[in-house]
């Protein structure tokens, strides 16, 4: 129970709170990997003066990230995110989804060496927008974010100049973090 003082009216707040992440990582010989989730989560916030409205937010977030390692050399990789919000206003939209692409080239001796083309935002949708309840209030926040855009990268594996002559584990090799 959480007192709330707004405008000179008191009440008490009773506030719920569940989130739960499912996912599942499939990898095949280290060609295919694909790691699907899926992320439920409400608040709710109920009051004990009338004069506050009892407010219920919930977020569905769904992420999917799917990596080929074929031809020999050549590593392709794409992600896709989606949320949807069931109390925005109308000043924000309710769903977002994201979309991250990229192809890169390995050479070098054992392949240490890497040439990365990503787009990020294929889509051009990314609005980066947040909704939480805070006392008798939902707070939405837009944030400004870069848009559509490409990235050229080269990459070089320096583990082995300090002695780490093990292979990288898989996860460590995806480009999108997030």
Not at 54 to 63: A, G, M
């Amino acid at each position: 129970i959480i007192p709330v003082l707004f405008n000179k009216i008191s009440g008490n707040e009773d506030r719920l709170n569940g989130s739960i992440d499912i996912g599942v990582n499939f990898n095949w010989n280290d060609v295919v990997e694909f790691s699907p989730s899926y992320s439920p989560s409400f608040r709710k916030s109920h009051y004990s003066n009338n004069l506050f409205s009892t407010r219920n937010v919930q977020t569905q977030k769904l992420n999917a990230e799917m990596v080929v390692r074929a031809p020999q050399k050549m590593v392709w990789e794409t992600n896709l995110f989606y949320s949807k919000l069931n109390d925005a206003s109308n000043l924000f939209p309710a769903e977002q989804v994201y979309w991250n692409a990229a192809i890169s080239y390995l050479f070098l001796k054992e392949d240490k060496g890497q040439i990365k083309l990503a787009i990020y935002d294929i889509l051009n949708k990314n609005n980066n927008v947040t909704s939480t309840i805070n006392g008798n209030a939902v707070i939405e926040n837009r944030t400004n974010v870069l848009g559509r855009y490409l990235m050229l990268t080269f990459n070089y594996d320096l583990r082995s100049l300090v002695g780490a002559d093990k292979k990288p584990k898989l996860e460590k090799e995806t480009i999108f973090k997030f």
